[in-house]
């Protein structure tokens, strides 16, 4: 992985899209590169998700923590590890970031796979844009821990940060997929406990709706290169089993209001799409500031390859909104 995006600003090159006046979604409409469209090709042929059952849950972390043991960081990005009341966390340090701000990453991976490790160079990446430390928790797993484990965790992890002596103001959440959905359960909660809320949140193909009922779960079925409807449906009854439709597991079920600004990225050709469609409305219906990005022909969470180049121009537009909401915030402060 190239170092250049640790110290490099977020750029105004952006791709062809066409916005609409009366709704505000930004429409990536560029066709993607040759090196992604063979690779997202190659992953149809070699990973696609299909069914991951409780009983090989293991089998398959496993498997993917060996693939993330190969995957190396720059050196000049730090990390350092610790547990937090029968969680671990990872700290993922870039090279002159801020002290004071924070990106709050919660992974991915249907609350049954996947860990900090194997998204430390998205985490790294859009660390490095935005200029801020991440802190990245290991969220407890189902079926060994099931709803709502993850979201007592991640509200664990946030306080941690509080406790710890960070300005609420000064962080950011970011999640892709359940980390997303998650992302938004966290904030619902923090909500109803009154606790100071972060500046705003990223949310990476988000994944909201357990049950689901989405249309393009289906009608995007042959274009996504990497989940299959069967195995999101599964993972949902896994990870809440009849409690899906609770709004802690499925974020659009639940009220939107007094939520911070949200920037939603996602893209046409993923069966999650309407997952984002939706929370954006919710958003859009609650007056919460929302900007979603659709792009086209894109896998499920592209950003997580950062050596695709789509996946690193989506995440400086993130580091884009992470700097322009946090400069508001501070902004607000100085003539408060």
């Known amino acids: 992985m190239p170092e250049q995006y640790l110290k490099a600003e977020p750029t105004s090159d952006s791709p062809p899209y066409a916005q609409n006046p009366k709704d505000g ?48 960081l720059p050196p000049s990005v ?15 340090i870039p090279p002159g970031c801020s002290e004071h701000k924070i990106l ?26 935005a200029g801020m430390k991440a802190l990245a928790i290991n969220y ?13 965790d991640a509200i664990k992890g946030y306080e941690f ?21 998650l992302a938004l359960s966290v904030l619902f909660s923090l909500k109803e406990r009154k606790i100071p809320m972060p500046a705003a949140a990223v949310l990476i193909s988000p ?17 996504d290169p990497l989940l299959t409807p069967e195995a999101v449906k599964l993972w949902g009854a896994i990870y809440a089993g009849p409690q899906v439709k609770h709004p802690l597991a499925s974020p659009i079920y639940g009220d939107f209001s007094g939520l911070p600004p949200l920037c939603i990225q996602v893209s ?19 007056a919460v500031p929302c900007t979603l990005e659709i792009w086209h022909g894109l ?22 909104f992470i700097h322009s909401t946090l400069r508001l915030v501070m902004q607000q402060q100085t003539f408060a």
């Not at 991951?52 to 993917?64: P, S, V």
């Not at 709050?104 to 860990?115: D, E, F, K, N």
């Not at 896998?299 to 993130?318: C, D, G, S, Y």
Request: hydrophobic share 40%; aromatic share 12%; with cysteine.
């Open 104 to 129: 709050y990453y919660l992974h991915g991976g249907g609350y049954s796979l996947c860990s900090a490790n194997t998204h430390k160079r998205l985490i790294a990446a859009l660390a490095g844009y």
């Open 78 to 92: 730090k990390t350092m590890s610790g547990t937090l009341d029968g969680f671990s966390y990872m700290w993922v």
């Open 268 to 286: 046409d050709s993923e069966i999650l799409l309407d997952d984002a469609l939706r929370a954006y409305q919710c958003a859009r219906d609650a």
């Open 161 to 181: 940060l509080l406790q710890s002596g960070f300005n609420a103001q000064h962080i950011v959440f970011a999640g892709d997929s359940a980390g997303g959905g």
């Open 207 to 223: 994944w909201t709706d357990l049950t689901g009922s989405g249309q393009s779960l289906f009608a995007n079925k042959k274009t």
């Open 299 to 320: 896998m499920h969470v592209w950003q997580i390859h950062t050596f695709l180049p789509e996946a690193r121009k989506a995440l400086q537009r993130l580091a884009a």
């Open 25 to 72: 979604i930004m429409r990536f409409t560029h066709r993607p590169s040759i090196r992604t469209r063979m690779f997202q090709w190659l992953t149809g042929k070699m990973v696609r998700v299909n069914k991951i059952k409780e009983h090989n849950c293991r089998k398959a972390r496993q498997a993917l923590e060996t693939w993330a043991n190969r995957q190396k």
């Open 140 to 152: 407890r797993l189902a079926p060994e821990f099931r709803f709502p484990t993850a979201v007592t």
